[in-house]
Nanobody
Framework: QVQLVESGGGLVQAGGSLRLSCAAS????????MAWFRQAPGKEREFVAA???????YYADSVKGRFTISRGNARNTVYLQMNSLKPEDTAVYFC?????????????????WGQGTQVTVSS
């Protein structure tokens, strides 16, 4: 049974940092593409960052230079380091996995999803 479990969300002041983690189990995810999306209240789920199985990384323009996606040594964990947080980063953050190892900016391209973790940035 495939599971993606996010953790690390919370409440932080603007300018602060958080590190999100996504632990994947039930498969060997080293060959999967992994991504982070987020969804704010009343808005569509949007792409944040992604990491292909060959470690190419991609970022939304809104987070470029502030967020960093990476994988653990066992490659079954993916992280999102978020620095210089802004109130507009407030959202539920979701981890996603894509079997073909590639990544996409489109949520429908992903095969597995976590339940999400709340990030709230106060001004």
């Amino acid at each position: 049974q495939v599971q993606l479990v996010e953790s690390g969300g919370g409440l932080v002041q603007a300018g602060g940092s958080l590190r999100l983690s996504c632990a994947a189990s039930g498969r060997t995810f080293s060959s999967y593409g992994m991504a982070w999306f987020r969804q704010a209240p009343g808005k569509e789920r949007e792409f944040v960052a992604a990491n292909t199985w060959t470690d190419n990384t991609y970022y939304a323009d809104s987070v470029k230079g502030r967020f960093t996606i990476s994988r653990g040594n066992a490659r079954n964990t993916v992280y999102l380091q978020m620095n210089s947080l802004k109130p507009e980063d407030t959202a539920v953050y979701f981890c996603a996995a894509r079997r073909n190892g590639d990544v996409s900016y489109t949520r429908h391209a992903y095969d597995y999803w976590g339940q999400g973790t709340q990030v709230t940035v106060s001004s």
